[in-house]
């Protein structure tokens, strides 16, 4: 079983910054690829990026590509999510995921966590 929590949402002004974390437990979870979701109001959930278990391999939709960065700490068993040049169409729940991959699929990935919120103003 691994246990996800999100942290860092908030309010931030468009064109800042916003540094997400989610932290892991459960005893095999740094075998596991871990992916970043969002889903905005009314919209369905989309890929946001994903990284492999060794930290190697990243994936990202192209609508960050430039502006967010993945990366994971197997050490501290945490997974972040550095986003830039933040849009308000960034605004969303942002949720991690934990499972096989890294993959676009949200059906992908067994463990989910409970989200956090991130609200960009223009």
């Known amino acids: 079983q691994v246990q996800l929590v999100e942290s860092g949402g908030g309010l931030v002004q468009a064109g800042g910054s916003l540094r997400l974390s989610c932290a892991a437990s459960?005893?095999?979870?740094?075998?596991?690829?871990m992916g970043w979701f969002r889903q905005a109001p009314g919209k369905e959930r989309e890929f946001v990026a994903a990284?492999?278990?060794?930290?190697?391999?990243?994936k990202k939709a192209d609508s960050v590509k430039g502006r967010f960065t993945i990366s994971r700490d197997n050490a501290k068993n945490t997974v972040y999510l550095q986003m830039n040049s933040l849009k308000p169409e960034d605004t969303a729940v942002y949720y991690c995921a934990a499972g096989g991959g890294p993959s676009y699929n949200g059906d992908e990935y067994d463990y989910w966590g409970q989200g956090t919120q991130v609200t960009v103003s223009s």
């Open positions: 990284i492999d278990w060794s930290g190697d391999i990243a």
């Open positions: 459960g005893r095999t979870v740094h075998i596991y690829a």
